[in-house]
């Protein structure tokens, strides 16, 4: 099993949708929760991180972490034709001992969104 | 600021042969890091460095070497070319130990026939 599962979709939705992305994990040392949006042939772009458990916002973003159920969520608000690739979720435990920026990623959701 | 840059972007090889993938940064990161994206795979981590002289492996080291002897520089040595190491190889580097803010170059394209 791996240690974070993350459905790789394709989702496609119409523009404005609400879009909802979800991963699972099973590592109870995970403090950092990250999402990653990668357009075609290009690198991963932060998008935004979470400590913790809790909820982040930033413009049409919305990062949900809740550690009791090892679950994570991205919400999109009023889709975007500009926001279709394909989006990672990522997650690290705290620096220090052999922890240090390690990285385990989702396996990506590919995400279309049309005009 | 360049951020994180790499080249070549994209290469051939024969299996056997050996190259490096090059690396910088211009954002003075401790941390830097080596990963490679496959299919159905996601990225997987390689090696990685906590600042200049100090490297150790990741999920998937084998057949890879890295060095850093500079904050701004860390080359990832493919040693001899498999197949299996046909991939797109990404760099990335961050302010955090954690890892929580890291940002990663475009990625070079290898083909190992």
């Known amino acids: 099993q791996k240690e974070v599962e993350q459905d790789p979709g394709p989702l496609s939705v119409p523009e404005g949708a609400i879009v909802s992305l979800n991963c699972t994990y099973s590592n109870s040392a995970f403090q950092y929760f990250m999402w990653y949006r990668q357009y075609s042939r290009k690198g991963p772009e932060l998008l935004m991180y979470?400590?913790?458990?809790g909820n982040k916002e930033d413009g049409r973003f919305t990062a949900q972490v809740d550690k009791s159920s090892k679950y994570i969520s991205l919400f999109i608000r009023d889709s975007q034709p500009s926001d279709s690739a394909t989006y990672l979720c990522a997650m690290s435990a705290n620096a220090g001992g052999t922890s240090y920026g390690k990285l385990t990623f989702g396996q990506g959701t590919i995400l279309t969104v049309h005009p | 600021n360049a951020g994180v840059t790499q080249t070549p972007k994209f290469q051939v090889l024969k299996t056997g042969q050996s190259m490096t993938l090059q690396c910088a940064q211009d954002?003075?990161?401790?941390?830097m890091s080596w990963y490679r994206q496959d299919p159905g795979m996601g990225l997987r981590l390689i090696h990685y460095?906590?600042?200049?002289?100090?490297?150790d492996q990741g999920e998937v080291p084998n057949g890879y070497n890295v060095s850093r002897s500079t904050t701004e520089d860390f080359p990832l040595r493919l040693l001899s070319a498999a197949p299996s190491q046909t991939s797109v190889y990404f760099c990335?580097?961050?302010?955090?130990?954690?890892?929580?803010?890291?940002?990663f170059g475009p990625g070079t394209r290898l083909l190992v026939l």
């Open positions: 979470t400590y913790s458990s």
């Open positions: 954002m003075n990161h401790e941390y």
């Open positions: 460095s906590v600042g200049a002289g100090i490297t």
């Open positions: 990335a580097s961050s302010q955090g130990l954690a890892g929580e803010t890291q940002y």
